[in-house]
């Protein structure tokens, strides 16, 4: 099946038309520009479904830099030829005015775990990003939508909206995809000159530098985040936002590494921000 | 069937049990107290649907003033007997614990008109509404949910949530029920002393004076706001909040009856807040 033909929604009535009416449906929410790790989703949907559903929509409303959002790639056509070959996938790619027909005024924030992190760094992203994916999973009416672990704060919070509203539709974690050198997979990579992408190796090394210092037996969680944060530190080129060992439900940091946490690392590599993030367990 | 035996869900396990399997639903959302106008829409559930789930739930979110919660009339047994006498709703009636598992920290806003009326007058009241009437919506999983007309803006924003959020229930507004001298049925009502409940006259009263302006010609929208306004204001024990000819869909002040508009008081009889309004149509 050729891109053309994928069958793709471009509002609520060709998505009527479209919409398996039996069978369990999985949902894949994305911005496009695919990569590796969003089409690991999309089979992990086909797999465990009947049917599957890939959004493609640039979500205005989580972009605080407005630079950011001009810039954010558009690969429509090769979108849905990465997604033509795995299978029948259907689309649903709807224009900012079908979705935000209300200006946005209806708005779901988290008031809480939110405002850590990233929340921190890009005020009102997660108001954004929780609203868009509560529109999305509507439309959709899927029985499972999938996410990427690589976003760990977003897929904590989209799994506390989900339950806070009883949401019928299952949250699915999946792992992150990576580069053969350890980077993740990021719609975000291919901003990345040759030199920055050596340069964002210091992501991937910032994590293993934490896991060696545990099984060097630390688990004082200010000790474990300093030596990631020593690596990106130390990496030309790279500007870290934070390097923080934190409870994986709060996101508040951890001062002593007794029960699993996470380990969540953001820099800027030139001008393209990256995340990453790694559990730990302690020995 | 008594009340006894009426199917109750306290919690979503029972309500897995309960929730009818084919056929469409209808849900009445309520806080109990129920009267004759939540009967009205029970019967246009059960009319327009094959079952109906009724919810009771004093919802603490939307009550900006905790005296106003505590007092809040707690007759359980008498809604539920009034309930069965209609035929077998099915009744939800989930604690807070339940609802508000997340502490309230996952809430809906809606930022425009919300700010109006009896926003202006209940800070956080429709967040908390909204919120839970998402939740609930969400746990009922009805085809349709019906709504009474007396609160006139909860109805509107309602309206604007599940429409910018592509909630799937539909949204249907039931007339206000009166009592024989015109006063709007309300769960509160019955705090009304002898000579309060006279004086709550002055509510539909000042909706008639409006009418009868717009009766003798006027078109300007300040004096038809005030015909109502002079009515509340002269009636003794009666302390008016406001009364607005607005836009049905913004809430925003209209100058000049040119199209249709709500009229909509708000005023204290002795310590009980009541609100009544009524659809302008320009002669």
């Not at 409870?247 to 951890?254: E, G, V, Y």
Request: proline share 7%; charged share 25%.
């Amino acid at each position: 099946m050729s891109a053309l033909t994928l069958p793709v929604a471009r509002d609520l009535a060709d998505w009527r038309r479209l919409r398996p009416r039996h069978g369990t449906l999985g949902f894949v929410p994305t911005m496009g520009a695919l990569h590796a790790g969003h089409l690991s989703l999309v089979r992990r949907a086909l797999d465990e479904n009947d049917a599957c559903v890939v959004s493609i929509f640039v979500n205005p409303t989580q972009f605080d830099d407005p630079g950011d959002l001009a810039a954010y790639p558009k690969t429509f056509d090769d979108d849905c030829a990465m997604l033509a070959e795995l299978g029948t996938p259907l689309v649903l790619a709807p224009t900012a005015d079908v979705l935000y027909a209300d200006g946005y005024n209806v708005r779901v924030s988290e008031h809480a775990d939110a405002a850590e992190l990233e929340g921190r760094h890009r005020p009102g992203h997660f108001d954004g990003m929780l609203t868009v994916v509560l529109k999305l999973l509507n439309i959709a009416g899927a029985h499972r939508a999938y996410f990427g672990e690589k976003d760990f704060q977003q897929l904590r919070l989209v799994r506390t909206m989900v339950e806070a509203l009883f949401h019928p539709t299952r949250i699915v974690g999946c792992p992150t995809v990576r580069e053969h050198d350890g980077l993740a997979m990021s719609s975000r990579n291919r901003y990345l000159s040759p030199d920055e992408r050596r340069a964002a190796r210091a992501l991937p090394a910032s994590l293993a530098a934490a896991q060696r210092e545990i099984d060097a037996g630390t688990t004082d969680a200010d000790l474990i985040a300093a030596a990631a944060r020593r690596v990106l530190d130390e990496a030309r080129g790279v500007e870290p936002d934070y390097a923080a060992v934190v409870d994986p439900d709060t996101f508040s940091p951890l001062t002593r590494l007794d029960r699993p946490a996470v380990l969540c690392v953001a820099a800027r590599v030139g001008p393209t921000r990256l995340l990453d993030n790694v559990v730990l367990i302690p020995t």
